[in-house]
């Protein structure tokens, strides 16, 4: 796809030692797909923040991250 995800900043907070594989789960709502999708179209652009946590193959958070990102277009 034409555009490009950028990690402008990461913060984690972290909880627990990870011992194990772990996952990071994130998710968009579909009014914010929406809202994504159309300043994507009208500007080639979207900053936002966006939270996610880190669980082992237990299912304990081992930490928890907020990351400002940006979508661009870099193709012109």
Do not use: C, W
């Not at 907070?13 to 179209?41: H, V, W």
């Not at 500007?43 to 928890?64: S, W």
């Amino acid at each position: 796809r034409k555009f490009q995800p950028v990690v402008r900043d990461l913060k984690i907070d972290f909880k627990a030692p990870a011992m194990t594989d772990i996952t990071a789960t994130a998710y968009f709502s579909a009014e914010q797909a929406l809202e994504m999708n159309a300043k994507l179209e009208e500007t080639g652009r979207y900053d936002f923040q966006q939270k996610a946590v880190l669980t082992d193959t237990n299912g304990t958070v081992v930490a928890e991250t907020l990351g400002s990102y940006a979508l661009r277009n870099f193709m012109g």
